[in-house]
Antibody, heavy 119, light 111 residues
Framework: QLQLQESGPGLLKPSETLSLVCTVS?????????WGWIRQPPGKGLEWIGS???????YYNPSLMSRVTISIDMSTNQYSLRLTSVTAADTAVYYC????????????WGQGTLVTVSS | QSALTQPRSVSGSPGQSVTISCTGT?????????VSWYQQHPGKAPKLMIY???ERPSGVPDRFSGSKSGNTASLTISGLQADDEADYYC???????????FGGGTKVTVL
């Protein structure tokens, strides 16, 4: 059973870069998951950010593609999210959420980490 | 504005059934049988309730069922219980460009 833990700064200023890491335990990051990130602004719905496959292919939400990078580190069993030029609209709870491909099912979720963008 | 359209809220009394609709397009729900549903209680991470339109993960009660007709998927909760009160989100694969779309969420209230 996978356990996922997000980590990273909780407060950013506008125009800064958001960097989060998801540490995977209870399984190998080289398994056949698509290691994804999903966010949820306070009081709002879920938004898929993107994912990276175990072999390094990336898939991004077209609306965020110009600002997002998701990468995987086999040596540390972690994967990461980088979102540049943040604004208040990027304030959200960020979840690591691996799926089995084609977003068919997300059985495991991190607890989520709140990132606030404020001057 | 979410890509998939869900009602903002539905309600029912204990023991009743409620159905939540999730309307997409021929580019997502209408083409792919990769529709899933998630339950989210306040302050918690979402929980998978249905995948592949109508499949239940182990541990999810059979009171939860999913279906699809055309561009609309549905989640039905039968024998409504107090703990079913939560937000529910539908999700669909949407092809090799858009990839993933979510619904805006539906709040289920148990009266």
């Amino acid at each position: 059973q996978l356990q996922l833990q997000e980590s990273g700064p909780g407060l950013l200023k506008p125009s800064e870069t958001l960097s989060l890491v998801c540490t995977v335990s209870g399984g190998s990051i080289s398994s056949t998951y698509y290691w994804g990130w999903i966010r949820q602004p306070p009081g709002k719905g879920l938004e898929w950010i993107g994912s990276v496959s175990y072999y390094g292919n990336t898939y991004y939400n077209p609306s965020l593609m110009s600002r997002v990078t998701i990468s995987i580190d086999m040596s540390t069993n972690q994967y990461s999210l980088r979102l540049t030029s943040v604004t208040a609209a990027d304030t959200a709870v960020y979840y690591c959420a691996p799926d089995t491909g084609y977003i068919r099912r997300i059985d495991y979720w991190g607890q989520g980490t709140l990132v606030t963008v404020s001057s | 504005q979410s890509a998939l359209t869900q009602p903002r809220s539905v309600s029912g009394s204990p023991g009743q059934s409620v159905t939540i609709s999730c309307t997409g397009t021929s580019s997502d729900v209408g083409t792919y049988n990769y529709v899933s549903w998630y339950q989210q209680h306040p302050g918690k991470a979402p929980k998978l309730m249905i995948y592949d339109v109508s499949e239940r993960p182990s541990g999810v009660p059979d009171r939860f069922s999913g279906s699809k007709s055309g561009n609309t998927a549905s989640l039905t909760i039968s024998g409504l219980q107090a703990d079913d009160e939560a937000d529910y989100y539908c999700c669909s694969y949407a092809g090799s460009y858009t990839h993933v779309v979510f619904g805006g969420g539906t709040k289920v209230t148990v009266l």
